[in-house]
Nanobody, 124 residues
Framework: VQLQASGGGLVQPGGSLRLSCTVSGLASEEYSIAWFRQGAGRERDGITCISGSDSGVYYADSVKGRFTISRDNSKNVGYLEMNNLSEDDTAVYFC??????????????????WGKGTQVTVSS
C-alpha cells in the first residue's frame, strides 16, 4: 500500500490550496481517507476524514467551514480543498488510509497507512 500526497506550497493568508492523495494497493471504496497536519513544535493532529462506505465526512473544529475533503473512487484519489488559509494552517500535511476503520471512528488516534507529508506554508 502506498499513499502519495501532493499539492503543498506557499500561499498568502486568505488564499487557497488543494492537496491530493493518490492511493495504490487498496481496493476503491474499501478504505477511509484522513488528513493530518503537524506544525513546527506541535503534535500531529487529525483534521478531517472521509469514510469509505458512504463518504460521510468529519472535520476538526479548527478547519470546519474552510476545508473540504472529498474523494474520487474511480481514480483512488483523495482531495483536501483548503480555503481562507491563515498562518496557523502552516504545517506538514499527511494523508492516511485505513482499510478496517471504514467509518472514520476515532480516526485521530491513528490510521493504518501513511503517506509522506507535503509542506503548506501560509505567509505574506
Amino acid at each position: 500500500v502506498q499513499l502519495q500526497a501532493s499539492g503543498g506550497g506557499l500561499v498568502q493568508p486568505g488564499g487557497s490550496l488543494r492537496l491530493s492523495c493518490t492511493v495504490s494497493g487498496l481496493a476503491s471504496e474499501e478504505y477511509s481517507i484522513a488528513w493530518f497536519r503537524q506544525g513546527a513544535g506541535r503534535e500531529r493532529d487529525g483534521i478531517t476524514c472521509i469514510s469509505g462506505s458512504d463518504s460521510g465526512v468529519y472535520y476538526a473544529d479548527s478547519v470546519k467551514g474552510r476545508f473540504t475533503i472529498s474523494r474520487d473512487n474511480s481514480k483512488n484519489v483523495g482531495y483536501l480543498e483548503m480555503n481562507n488559509l491563515s498562518e496557523d494552517d502552516t504545517a506538514v500535511y499527511f494523508c492516511a488510509a485505513d482499510s478496517e476503520n471504514l467509518g472514520c471512528t476515532d480516526y485521530g488516534r491513528g490510521m493504518d497507512y501513511w503517506g509522506k507529508g507535503t509542506q503548506v506554508t501560509v505567509s505574506s
